[in-house]
């Protein structure tokens, strides 16, 4: 995890984007003719090939899982059956909600199409299991203002309910001085998108560029900008972020907050409730849905005491996570659970060696997940 920090980076830039104009309907269309083609021959995609009703569904405190994107071993086509199974996996075990295309879903290695069938399997998949009540996060993240608002478009067509997005941050030394491009960036976006914005602050993701807790603020003021992902580990600033936001709401409603604060990692779920948050957006919870759940559940339940008992454990597990990455997750789910395979290349395919080290370090953490 990058050094905690609470400032934002600085430069110059010159002002301008171009604006596409977009008006939603209720229901859209992904058809299988612009899929197949980049999916490859195992993908079948004839029961996506239908109109996706769009409906509300709110952002509420609690887990959410940023999925992961599963492949064929042999061929790294993206693996339709295994996404949906592991989605309803998570519904059954009691989350809140899901995240594709994050981080731990390898949006980096997706064509534009393959992320839109990953949601749109993820979306169908929980609705056919029953959870249609079930909210999709979809990570939109981009280094043009024009492609961002081109994902947040897609996201939607695909099922997706909210868009969460990456500061840009390639050109990041030419930005306008304090943060001015930043925030020009994100209006811009949650303007033109159709469905609404969670900011996400990764700092290890974007060249560590780490947004202040005053910007944050200022943009969570934009009606369609719903929430923060925090991965930068800073409890202060989750602090003052949802301190700030909760006085800027006319009538909070701690059940339902107009703007959601996310700790984004479960090493540090109850100490982000401590700070006024409402819960986590955690690749952990791949693994161990249901131990991420009772943490936050026992805190707001006022047992401290064994919350952080609980804590300690997740926390353990977590760093098991955070020093195996994607790849390290993906053999603990194919050590533990049966499924998971390999990442896309050229991410390296675990030793056994290390495949038993990540086992290993999981297995007090499984331990507590499969007695719950």
Not at 37 to 62: C, F, M, N, T
Not at 187 to 213: E, L, R
Not at 317 to 327: E, L, M, R
Request: net charge neutral.
């Amino acid at each position: 995890m990058a050094p905690h920090n609470d400032s934002s980076s600085a430069g110059s830039f010159t002002n301008g984007f171009n604006r596409m104009a977009f008006q939603p309907s209720g229901s859209s269309t992904l058809t299988v003719e612009d899929l197949t083609a980049e999916l490859g021959s195992s993908y079948d995609g004839s029961s996506l090939d239908a109109p996706i009703s769009h409906v509300k569904r709110p952002l509420v405190p609690g887990v959410y899982v940023p999925t992961m994107c599963f492949f064929e071993k042999e061929t790294e086509d993206v693996d339709t059956v295994t996404i949906a199974r592991h989605a309803v996996r998570l519904a059954r075990a009691g989350v809140t909600g899901l995240a594709t295309q994050g981080s731990n879903g390898e949006a980096v290695h997706l064509t534009h199409s393959e992320r839109r069938v990953v949601t749109a399997t993820t979306r169908k998949a929980l609705n056919d299991a029953g959870f249609s009540h079930m909210p999709i996060i979809v990570g939109c993240g981009a280094q043009s203002t024009r492609e961002a608002i081109l994902l947040c478009r897609q996201a939607w067509q695909a099922g997706g309910d909210y868009a969460l997005v990456l500061p840009p941050s390639y050109y990041a030394p030419l930005f306008a001085p304090s943060s001015q491009t930043i925030l020009e960036f994100f209006k811009a976006v949650a303007d033109a998108s159709p469905i609404p914005i969670i900011i996400y602050n990764y700092p290890g993701a974007v060249n560590g560029m780490d947004m202040s807790s005053d910007i944050i603020v200022q943009l969570a003021q934009h009606p369609n900008i719903v929430g923060v992902k925090l991965t930068c580990g800073n409890t202060g600033k989750l602090n003052r972020v949802a301190a700030a936001t909760r006085k800027l709401s006319k009538k909070y409603d701690p059940k339902n907050p107009d703007f959601l604060v996310l700790a984004g990692s479960a090493d540090f779920s109850i100490q982000a409730l401590a700070a006024g948050g409402h819960g986590i957006l955690a690749g952990l919870a791949n693994i161990a849905p249901k131990a991420c759940i009772q943490t936050i559940e026992l805190w707001n339940q006022g047992k401290h005491t064994e919350a952080q008992e609980m804590q300690e454990i997740v926390s353990q597990g977590d760093w098991t996570a955070i020093q195996g990455g994607v790849v390290g997750v993906k053999a603990g789910l194919e050590e533990w659970a049966g499924y998971g395979g390999y990442c896309r290349s050229p991410l390296p395919r675990p030793t056994s060696e290390q495949s038993k080290n990540w086992k290993d370090g999981f297995k007090d953490l499984m331990m507590l997940e499969k007695s719950l």
